[in-house]
């Protein structure tokens, strides 16, 4: 996934389908700079992740 993309994701009100390593994620916040997104897991919305936005997924 691209940054720009992955932040109207992250704004929308909408829930899209993201997947990180097949698992779906919801997208929290995402940093430009460093080009990686804060998530959470939909199983585990507790546990929350900084990955490389170029490894999540839309589909």
């Not at 994701?9 to 990180?20: E, G, L, R």
């Not at 959470?40 to 507790?46: C, K």
């Amino acid at each position: 996934m691209n940054i720009t993309r992955a932040q109207q994701i992250a704004q929308s009100p909408d829930m899209k389908n993201v997947t990180y390593n097949g698992k779906a994620v919801y997208i929290e916040h995402v940093d430009v700079q460093t080009e990686m997104a804060t998530i959470h897991f939909l199983s585990n919305p507790e546990k929350q992740q900084r990955v490389p936005i170029s490894q999540l997924e839309e589909h």
